[in-house]
């Protein structure tokens, strides 16, 4: 049976890695910090995986336009928007260049409700347009995230538990950073089996799942930088 990896067995790598195996040294609290700050707001910049995709929908406000991006979603796509009425749901165009989107929907035009056509994220919002009427929609799209739960009790697992191994070397790596030691940064990911080892592995295994699913075609963006929607 495979090993499990657990915040526990996490930490206790760790330890073992930065050669810290005192809370003395170091407390499991002040670990725990490095292990989370590794796993939410590092490791999914260092994978590309399902498990770190999924939907992501809210809910508009009449006379709104602009709604906040949560601080987990790296990047989004595939918009729908729904408008309750149990009947079909209509795919949004998603706009990736804010200057083309502004002169189509201008600020001094933009006042016209209606069921919103047109979405892009502009920095940490979502401008959707035009500006949703009085009724309540529900945006969806397919979101690549940050994981949203840390691990906090000792039982606590990442979302993939093979992650643990590859998760407790970016910890300790971090740790290494905090106090200078270069020479130890430099050990822990280039060493054989190290960090750099354990990524690769992962990656490797992801491609293999991979194999034989076909990707979606890439969309052509018209003059003002829209990729429009093909149904497929």
Known sequence: MAATWPLSRIRAKVRSLTGRPSTAQISDGDIDDFINDFYVNTWPGEIDL???????????????????VPAYIIDIRDFTIDDGDDDAVDPLTLWHDLSAFLRRYPEDDSAATQQPVDIIRAGEEFRLRPIPDDTTYTVQGWAEQRPTTELTSDSSLPLQSSWGEAIAYGSAIKIQIEVLDTTAVEDLTRRPFGYDYLVTIIKRKAISQLVGVRAQPVAVEDFYGRRPNHGF
């Open 50 to 68: 399902p498990d770190t995709e999924g939907f992501y929908s809210f809910d508009t406000t009449e006379n709104v336009g602009e709604y906040t």
